[in-house]
């Protein structure tokens, strides 16, 4: 068993009591690199370009000389743990760690690059998987999950499967102290978050159910509800847990999101353990993303998470066809048997 000073006596505590020694030592090397990069966040331009591009990873998306920092920081990190092996949105092929690890870790080391210079919170995601299933074993094998959002505050979210618990850093301390113990997500709020500038491209039952939403005390719903979209999506999780609401990004008919353009390993999975945990559902639009099939490390998926009834109510858009036929122009809320 290994000490990590200075990490906060409470939070390790916490996690040995709650996951096997090898588990534990590794959850405390994310949370202790996630102190480092931190405080590299925290210096802004100071720390230098932190949002510049430095390149572009396997799938084609712009690298930020930021995600880079984190990417590397967080192998540094688990190099003494019981990682077998290492996957990253960052890099094109798995990375060896230690032969006989017994574990896995995949990894979004920064999400939300497109707000490190405009100083909206940004995050990192980690998956934890069991090293003799492989990389491609569904969500549902998870050992442990979660994630980091440098913010007003640093948080550390995660799970090994048995709720959800947050740990608040301490700037004065740098120590981590466990601040909300299962977490769960309520039901009954009415918040929305979805980038509506794609609208356009929705499929149908997305366009049926955001509709519904905007007509407000008027449309179907009979209530108001209120729309948040950070473009972080670990700010969003972060939300939703604590407030509720659903979060949607589906796929759509843009050249490249036929298949959704979240990652499933290292995105998808990992929120909807701790999503699940804390009493909420992910759904791909009908079914549980945390038994989707993994094809390869990249793949991509649509992702709608939040509280039990609003992705209840989402899925049943999916199924039920007539709710988006009702969008055709005759019936529509002031066609021609409309008012």
């Excluded at 202790?32 to 720390?47: E, F, K, N, Q, W």
């Excluded at 084609?60 to 996957?87: H, M, N, P, W, Y």
């Excluded at 948080?155 to 959800?164: K, P, Q, R």
Aim: with cysteine.
């Amino acid at each position: 068993m290994m000490d990590t000073p200075g990490l906060g006596v409470e939070l390790q505590a916490f996690l040995r009591a709650s996951a096997p020694e090898k588990l534990a030592d590794l959850l405390c090397a994310l949370a202790d690199t996630s102190r480092s990069v931190a405080a590299h966040i925290r210096r802004g331009s100071i720390a230098g370009a932190l949002g510049a591009s430095v390149g572009v990873n396997s799938d084609g998306d712009t690298q930020k000389a930021l995600d880079i920092f984190a990417d590397r920081a967080f192998e540094q990190g688990l190099r003494e743990c019981s990682v077998r092996a290492l996957a990253s949105e960052e890099r094109d092929a798995i990375t060896p760690m230690n032969a006989g690890g017994e574990y896995l870790v995949a990894l979004d080391p920064l999400d939300g690059s497109s707000n490190i210079d405009v100083n909206i919170t940004i995050g990192t995601i980690f998956s934890v998987l069991p090293a003799a299933g492989g990389f491609l074993q569904p969500g549902h094998a998870q050992k442990a999950a979660g994630l980091v959002l440098y913010g007003p505050h640093t948080s550390f979210v995660f799970t090994t499967g048995a709720g959800t618990h947050v740990a608040t850093l301490d700037p004065a301390t740098a120590r981590f102290h466990l601040t909300n113990i299962n977490v769960c997500a309520p039901d009954g709020r009415n918040e929305f978050a979805i980038n509506m500038s794609n609208m356009r491209h929705w499929p149908a039952p997305v366009k049926a159910y955001v509709d519904d939403l905007l007509m407000g005390a008027e449309g179907p719903r009979a209530r108001d509800f209120n729309m948040r979209w950070i473009a972080s999506m670990v700010a969003d999780v972060y939300r939703v847990l604590l407030r509720g609401g659903v979060y949607l990004y589906p796929d759509d008919a843009r050249p490249g999101y036929g298949k959704g353009r979240l990652h499933l390993l290292y995105e998808a999975n990992p929120v909807a353990f701790l999503i699940e945990q804390a009493g909420g559902l992910a759904i791909d639009g009908v079914n549980r993303i945390l038994d989707l099939e993994l094809t390869d490390l990249h793949a991509r998926t649509p992702l709608i998470f939040g509280a039990t009834d609003k992705v209840e109510t989402v899925r049943d858009y999916f199924l039920d066809g007539h709710r988006s036929a009702a969008r055709a122009p005759l019936f529509g809320r002031r066609g021609l048997w409309r008012a």
